[in-house]
């Protein structure tokens, strides 16, 4: 007989996946259960809270489709997306942070010379985004592949307006044999991220904003290196310090300056190598 306590319920759910043949699953589910069961305790939840949050996660299932991922956006504003981020990518000082992709990312953006403007429909202050792929030793890397997508300067994506199969503000860059890359687009402006679901609702009964400082994202690959996805936040933003997903670390905070009268964004991206993972993960076993 079970006769459930509160005193020996944990360890009666927790034995009930004694036998779980995944061993890594079984981990997940115990730590799961009990902290699932420490967080009841501590906050004695009640039959009424415990179906307000039965309804807030039928709602937030409710709200996902093929381009709306609410569970992920209530990842990122409870900080567990960048917790996740931030232990699966330890890195050695120097190299550059990686950063969350967001749900905005499309595959095949356009393939354009250095120079080109990957604002081709949008208007908004000029900006030149430039600097340098480097291995560790700060030697550059030739041919690296930049995949760069920013929202508007009214803080859209292209895929949040009335013609998303028209991509803009999106580009794919090699640098030169020198590292370079540099390529013209529009200052991105802070939004919202959307709000108008159970995760907004959370927000607002929180007293939190939605929005996330300006930024634009990268995706960059090199031979011979691990994948990167980062961002770079713009710097004197209002939410530099406030962002809702919890995204923005020192190190991809980057300066505005103006020069001839056009505003300069730089940054030296620095790339792991592939061979510098494989060691950490041998050191690790
Ligand atoms: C983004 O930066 O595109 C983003 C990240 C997390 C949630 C919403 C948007
Ligand atoms: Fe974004």
């Known amino acids: 007989m079970q006769n459930s306590s509160e005193s020996n319920l944990t360890d009666a759910v927790i034995e009930t996946f004694a036998k779980t043949e995944n061993a890594r699953l079984q981990e997940i589910m115990t730590a799961l259960v009990k902290h699932l069961h420490a967080f009841v305790r501590e906050v004695n939840l009640t039959q009424d809270e415990w ?65 080109e403007n990957i604002a081709q429909n949008e208007t908004g202050e000029p900006l030149l985004v430039s600097g340098r792929v480097l291995a560790p030793n700060g030697s550059p890397i030739a041919n690296a592949l930049l995949d760069v997508w920013q929202s508007d300067a009214e803080g859209f994506y292209d895929l949040q307006k009335m013609d998303a199969s028209h991509m803009d503000l999106r580009g794919r860059f090699h640098t030169n044999e020198n590292g370079e890359y540099f390529f013209r687009t529009i200052k991105p402006s802070y939004y919202p991220i959307p709000d108008d679901g159970p995760v907004g609702k959370m927000l607002r009964a929180a007293g939190r904003h939605p929005y996330r400082p300006a930024h634009i994202h990268f995706q960059i690959s090199a031979d011979g290196y691990k994948a990167l996805t980062t961002e770079l936040y713009l710097n004197g933003d209002p939410y530099i310090d406030s962002d809702a997903v919890f995204g923005v670390r020192s190190s991809l905070v980057i300066d505005l300056e103006k020069r001839d009268g056009v505003l300069h964004a730089h940054y030296d991206f620095v790339m792991e190598p592939v061979s510098l993972e494989k060691r950490e993960n041998v050191g690790a076993e």
């Open 51 to 115: 179906f307000a949050g039965i309804q807030f996660l039928t709602a937030t299932g409710k709200m996902c489709d093929e381009r709306r991922q609410e569970f992920i956006l209530l990842s990122d504003t409870l900080g567990v997306s960048t917790l996740k981020d931030l232990i699966n990518n330890r890195k050695p000082e120097g190299l550059t942070e990686w950063n969350i992709l967001g749900p905005f990312y499309r595959a095949g953006a356009p393939e354009m010379a250095l120079g």
